[in-house]
């Protein structure tokens, strides 16, 4: 079955420490692959996507994610985190290019 | 470029009864989807349009639920005798198909769905 996994529901950070969040898809191709954002009672800002090309992609607000194909792998990582990227993030993949399929989250606190 | 947008925000309505959402895309994106979230979880895919045309639709979009394009561009999603697990964040987001195989969703803030 086509899925995706974020083994970290949640994860505590100080401010200015570096942070990687965890996606794992299972998937027989290589998918599109996505990380948003969502701040509490809102929508979901895209961060980042992966297609094709360097697998080392770099997104919006210092953000980037590098595919690993033998792991099955797309980590977020951002060298220093801001109080203000508290939310939670969810990474997300399509095979055939319309629907997405999210992780189930993980929820990002940061310690002033 | 003013992203998409959702109305209402949020909606409060009694068990049984009908609600309306609406969404209004970016401008130029001619493909619309309709996912729903739950607390704590990720969002689930309902349907999708491209132009007018309903391509696919959820196991989980069961037969209360109908959605709409009429002319391509906003959309609709009713819910008919509301019942209280329908209770969620109902997520729209558009796109438009680019040639690198897959398009990008924008999301709009979500309508929230409060049934009592």
């Known amino acids: 079955a086509q899925s995706v996994t974020q083994p970290d529901i949640h994860i505590t950070v100080s401010e200015g420490a570096s942070l990687e969040l965890r996606c794992n898809y299972s998937?027989?191709?290589?998918?599109?692959l996505f990380w948003y954002v969502q701040s509490p009672g809102q929508g979901l800002q895209l961060l980042l996507k992966?297609?094709?090309?360097?697998?080392l992609v770099q997104g919006i607000k210092g953000f980037e994610a590098e595919f690993k194909r033998s792991q099955s792998s797309f980590n977020l990582r951002k060298p220093s985190v801001h109080w203000s990227d508290a939310a939670e993030y969810f990474c997300a993949f399509t095979g055939g290019g319309n629907k997405l399929t999210f992780g189930t989250g993980t929820q990002l606190k940061v310690e002033l | 470029d003013t992203g998409v947008s959702q109305n209402p925000r949020h909606k409060i309505t009694k068990r049984g009864q009908n609600v309306t959402f609406r969404c209004d895309p970016i401008?130029?994106?001619?493909?619309l989807y309709w996912y729903r979230q739950t607390l704590g979880q990720g969002p689930e895919f309902l349907t999708y349009f491209q132009n007018e045309a309903q391509l696919e639709k959820s196991r989980l979009l069961s037969d209360r639920f109908s959605a709409e394009r009429p002319k391509g561009s906003f959309s609709t999603l009713e819910i008919q005798r509301t019942e209280q697990g329908d209770s969620a964040m109902y997520l729209c987001a558009s796109s438009s198909l680019t040639s690198g195989g897959a398009d990008t969703q924008y999301f709009g803030p979500g309508t929230r769905l409060t049934v009592l």
């Open positions: 998937y027989g191709a290589t998918p599109y």
């Open positions: 992966y297609f094709s090309g360097d697998t």
């Open positions: 401008s130029e994106h001619n493909r």
